[in-house]
């Protein structure tokens, strides 16, 4: 048998599964005959009606003469007395004697005759008949078990079938798809009472490529080949979609490994393609089937069972691909909040203040240092004004550059100054960053507050030692020019005044002056060469912290004395010797004791010096109840030739020295002090051997 043939045939044998399909549905009688009369005169240019007497009397007519409805309904004219004839005699009548009437044909179930089909003209032609007659089968059939109900072998296999179809639909659950595919395709061998059967897939993405699985003898699968599909019945089943039966396997379109079992000799092989819409999925192979797919009760179960299939597949798939999507949905949603809050950790772990502002100056990010400066949480923030909430004020801030940056899309930067508590304050520097989208005026604004008063500061530092640096270079210089002449001077003074008769008084007073002044100069620049360090050699020695000061104190002693300035000292006995060159160290307790005695402007002077050891650190603190240092000129102290002394009574030397000698001994010197309160230095002097 030709494939194509059997398209056709399938077709009726399709129709007639419907009619049998629509007539065993639960529904009042009338309904059935209505729906399966519909079915079977579909693409039929008659009309039609049925008459029943049997289980109940039933007229249902289908584009009839409206008379046929009206002769039935009183039971007179040449139709009722035709239907009985035919009823009484359980044949067809052919040819009646009414230009209406087609035929009549009994509907009877073996010997039992249980009412009529009647069809419009032209009368039927005899080939034509036993076709009718098939169609005509699921009436009686169903009419038979309404009016009898016991089951034919055929009857069982249809409950069967939607018994399996009921326990799939209960107890199957994604993730078992193979075997419940399986137990379809087992369903299905069973019903058409089959040697074997098989299943066979395509790859959704590469259709010419298939798998196909063999069932064992349970209900699982027992082998599974990959194919390229080439010609074959089951690609010709695939392509046509249409069911595709081949009796022997010398059929031309028959494939070796496609279509056969190689352990299996085929005689019959039913290939049934699973569509649905446009998708075909697969193709459904019964090997040797028993049973004949013309029975429209067998062919209406196995269509039944390999629609299910179909749907179940679909119904699969679908599913898997929305647990996929959704997996990486999930998978998506966690990468981004991940990064979320990996940008959310960063920005707000930024030590320097940062926040996004709209165009109305609303905030739309702001990290946690900023809120925090604004006493406040991220999430309050949020929303409202950036001046209000941020600069306390009711308006913009007049400085303020974010306008510029919104309509030029610049980066602007400037400086504030706050003021704290005290004389304390912070220098910020601002800076705002446009956010554009392509080619369009900025739509947002980062604005970047950065802490620089340490910066400010250490630049103020660097500009002051590259000062001090030029300073002690060209002072250095002169020093060591005038350093010999110097000597020159003093040395021929002395010599002078031994030379000179002792009544020479007057020159002798003249000749001490110059020898005085000479000192005083040669002083100053053996000063500016410890400065420069160009002289001046440390020589680094053990000595007692303590006992260097008490030296230096009783240099000044008579001073101090006479000015009654009150000495106070709180050293630490208990400490290791320091490393210092001791005629450097003297000369800074020297200095520092002269500053103090010379700041002391009231009666009850007093100079404090503390010692201490801690944690490898010398610590000598000189603190005194003088005048102290304007705010003003604490910045240049330790700048050379800087004094606030009269002419001639200091040279602003003592506490450049002072930091030259302390840096040597890598140190740190620190003044503080309140004008009117007096000064406190603070010198740290590390513990370090030195070899
Ligand atoms: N303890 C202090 N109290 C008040 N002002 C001080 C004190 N120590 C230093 N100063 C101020 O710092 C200035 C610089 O001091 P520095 O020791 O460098 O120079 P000088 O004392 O003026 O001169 P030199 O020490 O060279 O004789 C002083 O002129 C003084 O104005
Ligand atoms: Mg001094």
Same mark, same amino acid.
């Given at each position: 048998?030709?494939?194509?043939? &059997?398209?056709?045939?399938?077709? @009726? ?52 003469? &409206?008379?046929?409805? #009206? ?41 039992? =005759?249980?009412?009529? &089909? ?110 390229? &599909? ?5 690609? $010709? ?61 067998? $062919? ?81 923030? =949020? ?15 007049? +400085?303020?550059? =974010? ?14 100054? +706050? ?16 956010? #554009? ?7 947002? @604004? ?137 005629? $450097? ?107």
């Amino acid at each position: 048998m030709q494939p194509e043939n &059997l398209s056709v045939e399938f077709a @009726v044998w399709e129709n007639i599964a419907k009619i049998y399909e629509a007539l065993s549905t639960p529904a009042p009688l009338e309904d059935r005959l209505r729906k399966g009369l519909n079915l079977l005169m579909q693409n039929q240019q008659r009309g039609a009606a049925i008459w029943l007497e049997s289980p109940e009397p039933q007229w249902v007519s289908l584009n009839c003469p &409206l008379s046929w409805d #009206q002769q039935v309904h009183l039971q007179s004219g040449t139709l009722p007395a035709l239907i009985q004839k035919s009823i009484r005699s359980g044949e067809a009548i052919l040819q009646p004697p009414n230009n209406e009437i087609g035929a009549i044909l009994p509907i009877q179930q073996e010997e039992e =005759v249980l009412g009529a &089909l009647i069809l419009t003209t032209p009368p039927l032609a005899d080939d034509e008949i036993p076709l009718w007659k098939q169609r005509i089968q699921p009436f009686a059939r169903m009419l038979a078990n309404d009016h009898r109900p016991n089951f034919t072998e055929a009857d069982r296999l249809i409950l069967q079938v939607h018994q399996f179809l009921n326990e799939i639909h209960l107890n199957s659950s994604a993730g078992e798809v193979y075997q419940v595919t399986a137990q379809f395709t087992a369903a299905a061998r069973d019903l058409m009472n089959a040697d074997d059967a098989a299943l066979l897939l395509t790859d959704s993405a590469n259709p010419h490529l298939a798998i196909k699985r063999r069932l064992g003898v349970g209900r699982m699968w027992s082998g599974q080949i990959s194919l390229r &599909l080439e010609d074959s019945l089951t690609r $010709h089943a695939l392509e046509s979609r249409q069911i595709v039966q081949a009796k022997h396997n010398s059929h031309p379109l028959f494939h070796s490994e496609i279509d056969r079992f190689p352990d299996l000799p085929i005689e019959n092989l039913i290939c049934a393609p699973l569509t649905t819409g446009e998708t075909t999925l697969g193709v459904l192979q019964i090997i040797n089937p028993q049973r004949d797919l013309k029975n429209p009760l067998v $062919h209406s179960a196995f269509i039944l069972l390999v629609n299910s299939l179909t749907n179940w597949i679909i119904k699969e798939q679908t599913a898997t691909r929305l647990k996929i999507t959704s997996a990486e949905m999930e998978a998506r949603l966690w990468e981004i909040t991940k990064s979320r809050n990996t940008l959310r950790t960063l920005f707000d772990s930024i030590p320097s203040s940062i926040y996004i502002i709209d165009r109305s100056y609303r905030i739309v990010a702001i990290n946690m240092p900023r809120s925090q400066r604004a006493h406040s949480d991220p999430r309050q923030l =949020v929303g409202k004004k950036c001046y209000e909430v941020l600069y306390n004020r009711g308006e913009i801030c007049p +400085e303020c550059r =974010v306008m510029e940056t919104f309509t030029q899309a610049v980066t602007t930067t400037r400086s504030v100054h +706050e003021w704290l508590e005290g004389d304390r304050f912070i220098d910020w520097e601002i800076t705002t960053y446009p956010i #554009q989208e392509k080619n369009n005026l900025p739509h947002q @604004v980062i604005i970047f507050e950065q802490d620089v008063t340490e910066k400010r500061s250490l630049e103020a530092n660097l500009i002051q030692s590259e000062k001090m640096a030029a300073v002690g270079q060209l002072a250095a210089g002169i020093a060591h020019e005038i350093n010999n002449p110097l000597a020159a001077i003093i040395a021929n003074t002395q010599l002078l005044k031994r030379e000179l008769l002792n009544d020479s008084a007057d020159f002798m007073e003249t000749l001490q002056l110059i020898e005085t002044a000479g000192l005083r100069a040669a002083n100053v620049v053996s000063g500016l060469l410890g400065i420069s360090r160009k002289e001046n050699k440390y020589e680094f020695e053990p000595l007692s912290l303590n006992e260097s000061i008490r030296a230096a104190l009783a240099l000044v002693h008579h001073d101090l004395i006479r000015r009654s300035i009150e000495v106070v000292t709180d050293f630490q006995e208990e400490m290791p010797s320091l490393m210092a060159s001791k005629n $450097h160290l003297q000369s800074i307790w020297i200095n520092l004791l002269v500053n103090s005695m010379d700041a002391m402007d009231k009666d009850n002077g007093r100079i404090a010096i503390t010692t201490r050891y801690a944690e490898h650190n010398f610590t000598i603190i000189f603190e005194d109840n003088g005048k102290g240092i304007p705010s003003e000129y604490l910045s240049r102290i330790f700048e050379p030739f800087f004094t606030t002394k009269a002419a001639g009574r200091g040279t602003g030397l003592g506490l450049a020295i002072t930091q030259r000698v302390v840096k040597e001994h890598q140190g740190d010197i620190r003044i503080e002090s309140q004008p009117g309160q007096g000064v406190k230095i603070t010198i740290t002097l590390p513990d370090i051997p030195r070899g």
